[in-house]
C-alpha cells in the first residue's frame, strides 16, 4: 500500500505552505490513498491517474478543484466528488465504476469522461446547463431514456460500444450536437429525432444494424454534415448507396472513410484516412493532390488500418480544430481559458471549410504542446474512443 505524504509534497513543491499549492500531478505513484490531499484546500488541479485507488473520499475538502483526472484507477465508485461543485472536468474513464450517480450535482462540469466503466444506466443530467463533452464508450448501457433530454449544451457525444438498440428521443433536446459516436451498438433505425440535429457535423453509426434505406432519409435535415461513417451495417453492402447518400447530403464531404469530390459532373472517390486532418486538408485546398492510395495503405498499416472503427486512434488524428471556444467571463480568466482548451483537446471541434482559411489548420498534437497535467485524457495522445 502507498500512502501519500504531505510533507513530501510540501518538499517537492519547496513550501512549508499547502494552502500555496494549486496544481499536482500524481500519476503512476501506485497510490492507494490520498487523504492528506485534504490539507490542501486551494487545490484546482488535481491529476491522480494511473494509481490504485478504490476512493475519493479523501478529497472531499478539495472544494476549489476545478480539474480532476482520476483516470485508470479502482475505483468502483465516486462517492467524495458529490460537494465538488466547481469541477468543470472530470475524468474518471477506465475503472469500475458500476454507477455515475455521484456527479448529479456537478452543475459547472463542462467534460465529463466515463469511458471503459461498467455503468449500465445513465443518471440524469439535468443540472449540467454547460456540459458541453460527454464520453460514456465502452460502458454496459443498453438505453438512455430521459437522462440527456436538458443538455441543451452538449456538442461532444460518445456512445460508442456500449449495447443501445435505440436512442429514441433522447437527443431531441441536444440541438448543439456537432460529434456524435453511435459506433459498435445494436441500432436498427435513425430516429426521426436527429432531424432536429441541424449543427451537427460527424456522425459515426458504424457497425449498428441499420438495413433500410427508408432509415436513412431522416439525414437529409442535416445541412451540416460533413463526416457520415456507416461501415459494417447491413445496408453498407447495398449497391448505389453512394450515389444516394450524395444526393441526400449535398454537403457531405467523407462517407464511409472516402472523401467525395465533384470533377466535371463525376464523382471522384479517394480512399483516405478515415474522419482524419488529411481529408479535411484536401477539402481545404483542392490545388493540393490527393494522397497516393499506396502510401496511405502505407501508412494505416497494423492497428490503423481502419481508423474510424480504431478505439486506439488518436483523437486529435481523426479531427481538425479551430481552436478553443471563448472562455466566458469569470473571476479566473486565465483558469477558465485552459480549462476550454482542455476540452477542445480531447474532443476535437471540427470546422466546416470556410473563406477564412487561416483559421482551419490541421492540428499537430505536438504543436499544442501541452503539458501532462493539462491533458485530459492523459498517458498520451487524446483519442475520442479512448477516453
Same mark, same amino acid.
Given at each position: 500500500?502507498?500512502?501519500?505524504?504531505?510533507?513530501? %509534497?510540501?518538499?517537492?513543491?519547496?513550501?512549508?505552505?499547502?494552502?500555496?499549492?494549486?496544481?499536482?500531478?500524481?500519476?503512476?505513484?501506485?497510490?492507494?490513498?490520498?487523504?492528506?490531499?485534504?490539507?490542501?484546500?486551494?487545490? &484546482?488541479?488535481?491529476?491522480? $491517474?494511473?494509481?490504485?485507488?478504490?476512493?475519493?473520499?479523501?478529497?472531499?475538502?478539495?472544494?476549489?478543484?476545478?480539474?480532476?483526472?482520476?483516470?485508470?484507477?479502482?475505483?468502483?465508485?465516486?462517492? $467524495?466528488? &458529490? #460537494?465538488?461543485?466547481?469541477?468543470?472536468?472530470?475524468?474518471?474513464?477506465?475503472?469500475?465504476?458500476?454507477?455515475?450517480?455521484?456527479?448529479?450535482?456537478?452543475?459547472?462540469?463542462?467534460?465529463?469522461?466515463?469511458?471503459?466503466? &461498467?455503468?449500465?444506466?445513465?443518471?440524469?443530467?439535468?443540472?449540467?446547463?454547460?456540459?458541453?463533452?460527454?464520453?460514456?464508450?465502452?460502458?454496459?448501457?443498453?438505453?438512455?431514456?430521459?437522462?440527456?433530454?436538458?443538455?441543451?449544451?452538449?456538442?461532444?457525444?460518445?456512445?460508442?460500444?456500449?449495447?443501445?438498440?435505440?436512442?429514441?428521443?433522447?437527443?431531441?433536446?441536444?440541438?448543439?450536437?456537432? +460529434?456524435?459516436?453511435?459506433?459498435?451498438? +445494436?441500432?436498427?433505425?435513425?430516429?426521426?429525432?436527429?432531424?432536429?440535429?441541424v449543427k451537427l457535423q460527424n456522425l459515426d453509426m458504424g457497425n449498428n444494424? %441499420?438495413?433500410?434505406?427508408?432509415?436513412?432519409?431522416?439525414?437529409?435535415?442535416?445541412?451540416?454534415?460533413?463526416?457520415?461513417?456507416?461501415? #459494417?451495417?447491413?445496408?453498407? +453492402?447495398?449497391?448505389?448507396?453512394?450515389?444516394?447518400?450524395?444526393?441526400?447530403?449535398?454537403?457531405?464531404?467523407?462517407?464511409?472513410?472516402?472523401?467525395?469530390?465533384?470533377?466535371?459532373?463525376?464523382?471522384?472517390?479517394?480512399?483516405?484516412?478515415?474522419?482524419?486532418? +488529411?481529408?479535411?486538408?484536401?477539402?481545404?485546398?483542392?490545388?493540393?493532390?490527393?494522397?497516393?492510395?499506396?502510401?496511405?495503405?502505407?501508412?494505416?498499416?497494423?492497428?490503423?488500418?481502419?481508423?474510424?472503427?480504431?478505439?486506439?486512434?488518436?483523437?486529435?488524428?481523426?479531427?481538425?480544430?479551430? $481552436?478553443?471556444?471563448?472562455?466566458?467571463?469569470?473571476?479566473?480568466?486565465?483558469?477558465?481559458?485552459?480549462?476550454?482548451?482542455?476540452?477542445?483537446?480531447?474532443?476535437?471541434?471540427?470546422?466546416?471549410?470556410?473563406?477564412?482559411?487561416?483559421?482551419?489548420?490541421?492540428?499537430?498534437?505536438?504543436?499544442? &504542446?501541452?503539458?501532462?497535467?493539462?491533458?485530459?485524457?492523459? #498517458?498520451?495522445?487524446?483519442?475520442?474512443?479512448?477516453?
Open positions: 500500500m502507498t500512502v501519500l505524504s504531505s510533507k513530501k %509534497i510540501l518538499q517537492e513543491k519547496n513550501t512549508s505552505d499547502p494552502d500555496a499549492i494549486t496544481s499536482l500531478s500524481l500519476t503512476h505513484k501506485a497510490l492507494s490513498d490520498v487523504s492528506c490531499l485534504s490539507e490542501f484546500k486551494n487545490l &484546482e488541479r488535481l491529476d491522480l $491517474g494511473f494509481n490504485n485507488l478504490t476512493s475519493l473520499e479523501g478529497l472531499k475538502s478539495c472544494v476549489n478543484l476545478k480539474w480532476l483526472s482520476v483516470v485508470q484507477n479502482k475505483l468502483q465508485s465516486l462517492k $467524495g466528488v &458529490e #460537494g465538488l461543485t466547481k469541477l468543470t472536468v472530470l475524468n474518471a474513464g477506465k475503472n469500475k465504476l458500476k454507477s455515475m450517480d455521484e456527479v448529479k450535482s456537478l452543475a459547472s462540469l463542462r467534460a465529463l469522461i466515463l469511458n471503459d466503466n &461498467e455503468i449500465s444506466s445513465v443518471c440524469k443530467l439535468d443540472q449540467m446547463k454547460e456540459l458541453n463533452t460527454l464520453v460514456l464508450s465502452r460502458n454496459p448501457i443498453s438505453s438512455l431514456g430521459d437522462s440527456l433530454v436538458k443538455l441543451k449544451s452538449i456538442t461532444k457525444l460518445s456512445l460508442s460500444n456500449c449495447q443501445l438498440q435505440t436512442v429514441d428521443s433522447s437527443l431531441k433536446s441536444c440541438l448543439e450536437l456537432k +460529434e456524435l459516436r453511435l459506433a459498435h451498438n +445494436e441500432i436498427m433505425n435513425v430516429p426521426s429525432e436527429f432531424g432536429h440535429l444494424l %441499420i438495413t433500410n434505406w427508408s432509415n436513412l432519409k431522416v439525414l437529409s435535415s442535416l445541412v451540416n454534415l460533413r463526416n457520415l461513417n456507416l461501415q #459494417g451495417n447491413p445496408i453498407a +453492402e447495398k449497391e448505389k448507396l453512394q450515389k444516394k447518400v450524395k444526393k441526400l447530403l449535398p454537403n457531405l464531404h467523407i462517407f464511409n472513410a472516402r472523401p467525395i469530390d465533384k470533377v466535371v459532373g463525376k464523382e471522384v472517390h479517394e480512399k483516405v484516412d478515415g474522419f482524419s486532418g +488529411e481529408a479535411d486538408l484536401i477539402f481545404r485546398n483542392k490545388k493540393k493532390e490527393l494522397p497516393d492510395e499506396k502510401e496511405i495503405a502505407k501508412k494505416n498499416k497494423g492497428d490503423r488500418v481502419n481508423i474510424i472503427d480504431s478505439a486506439e486512434s488518436p483523437f486529435m488524428d481523426l479531427f481538425v480544430t479551430d $481552436g478553443p471556444e471563448a472562455p466566458q467571463e469569470t473571476a479566473d480568466k486565465k483558469f477558465d481559458h485552459r480549462t476550454l482548451r482542455d476540452i477542445d483537446a480531447i474532443s476535437g471541434l471540427v470546422t466546416v471549410p470556410t473563406k477564412k482559411k487561416k483559421r482551419n489548420r490541421v492540428v499537430d498534437p505536438a504543436a499544442l &504542446e501541452v503539458s501532462q497535467v493539462d491533458k485530459i485524457g492523459l #498517458g498520451g495522445p487524446s483519442a475520442w474512443d479512448d477516453i
